[in-house]
Structure formats: structure tokens, C-alpha cells
């Protein structure tokens, strides 16, 4: 039981250069969530997927975009990374009544 | 919209000293509180929840918290503090039904010997 594992663990990136953030559950929980972390702001959201084939924006959705591509994975896209994205992104899931949040280890992300 | 508020951005404290990590919310009721830690490195992991009851939290790794209403708080605390707490700690506060939970800042926690 791996629960939340996200690839790659690093990257760096030129402005301009596109990539995708990928993230996987293995604990059947329905609703799945991509965060960014920067230095003295916490985790704010940028997308969100309640369920399998929905998907919401969150507070910062601006320059990415969200695959939920079934049930276990659920993929972030840069497609045109620019250094304002540099940041730690965070993956994690959910079964909805429970409350609880399960997290990845993390994508950290330069953007040159 | 719902915030949360982490007051200390730092906080010290000798190991065997007692902590407390303070959190207030603002919402219209009683939201869904939660505490999550994350050791370097890594990502995220919940301390305890608070969703209805008993307003005196147990959580693991010895933590506590409990939910005041009349003072909008969700405070987090440790009667002795182990080196190993070293860590930034997170407050979330969740509206009931949203499933959307607001972070904190966060608080991070230095352990002297």
C-alpha cells in the first residue's frame, strides 16, 4: 500500500517549457487535490477533483491545467511554465467522509 | 469565505517544555478543524480532526487540541515536546459539506536540547 506517490520529485524547467505533474492513490478514495507550497503562504489549491470525470478550480488555477484520468491518478499540467510557478506541489487524496487528507511527498519545481 | 489564522510564524522551545500552537478561524459556524504536520521534506500528514463532540481532541505523537467556539480557536498542544517534533505544523479549517479545507500559514516548531 503505496497510498500517494506524485512523480517526479524534482524538475527544473526553462520558461516556456511545458510539463506534467503526475500523482497516483491507492486507497480507492474518490476525491483528489493539487496544492502549491511557497515559503510563509501554507498550501493554497489549484484544482481539485471531487469525483472520477469532475474537476474544479481552486484558489490559484491560473497556468495549469488537470487530467482526472480515472479513479487512481490524477496529472497537473504546466503548458508554459514560467518562474512565478516555481514551488513545492503537493498531491493528496481523500475519501470524502472522512475528512482526512493523505499526502504526496511532494514535486519540487524550478522554473528558470 | 472562510480563513484561518496561524499567529506564530516561529515558535522555540526546550525539549520536556510544554507547547502550545495557536490557530483561530473565521467562519459563520462550526466549521471542520484540523492539524497536520509535515517534517522536512516531506508532505503532510494529520495530527488530529475535530468535526463535532467532544471539543477535546486526542490526536497521535501525544498532541491535543481543543475547539473553543466562543473564541473561535482550534489550538494545538503537547504537554512535553520531543526533539523529534521538530517540524512546521499546519491549522485547516473546513466548512461542514464543502471538502475544500483553507490552510494556515503554518507554524514552525524549533526543538533546543
Known amino acids: 500500500n503505496a497510498g500517494v506517490t506524485q512523480t517526479p520529485k524534482f524538475q527544473v524547467l526553462k520558461t516556456g517549457q511545458s510539463m506534467t505533474l503526475q500523482c497516483a492513490q491507492d486507497?480507492?478514495?474518490?476525491?483528489m487535490y493539487w496544492y502549491r507550497q511557497d515559503p510563509g503562504m501554507g498550501l493554497r489549491l489549484i484544482y481539485y477533483?471531487?469525483?472520477?470525470?469532475?474537476?474544479d478550480k481552486g484558489e490559484v488555477p491560473n497556468g495549469y491545467n488537470v487530467s482526472r484520468l480515472n479513479k487512481r491518478e490524477f496529472s497537473l499540467r504546466l503548458e508554459s511554465a514560467a518562474p512565478s510557478q516555481t514551488s513545492v506541489y503537493f498531491c493528496?487524496?481523500?475519501?470524502?467522509?472522512?475528512?482526512?487528507?493523505?499526502f504526496g511527498p511532494g514535486t519540487r519545481l524550478l522554473v528558470l | 469565505a472562510q480563513s484561518v489564522t496561524q499567529p506564530d510564524i516561529h515558535i522555540t522551545v526546550s525539549e520536556g517544555a510544554s507547547l502550545e500552537l495557536r490557530c483561530n478561524y473565521s467562519?459563520?459556524?462550526?466549521?471542520?478543524l484540523f492539524w497536520y504536520v509535515q517534517s522536512p521534506g516531506q508532505g503532510l500528514q494529520l495530527l488530529l480532526k475535530?468535526?463535532?463532540?467532544?471539543?477535546l481532541v486526542q490526536g497521535i505523537k501525544g498532541f491535543e487540541a481543543e475547539f473553543k467556539r466562543s473564541q473561535s480557536s482550534f489550538n494545538l498542544r503537547k504537554p512535553s515536546v520531543h526533539w523529534s517534533d521538530a517540524a512546521e505544523y499546519f491549522c485547516a479549517v473546513e466548512p461542514g459539506g464543502s471538502y475544500i479545507p483553507t490552510f494556515g500559514r503554518g507554524t514552525s516548531l524549533i526543538v533546543h536540547p
Open positions: 477533483s471531487a469525483s472520477e470525470g469532475t474537476t
Open positions: 486507497m480507492n478514495h474518490n476525491s
Open positions: 467562519y459563520g459556524a462550526t466549521p471542520y
Open positions: 475535530y468535526f463535532s463532540g467532544d471539543t
Open positions: 493528496a487524496s481523500r475519501e470524502i467522509m472522512a475528512g482526512t487528507q493523505y
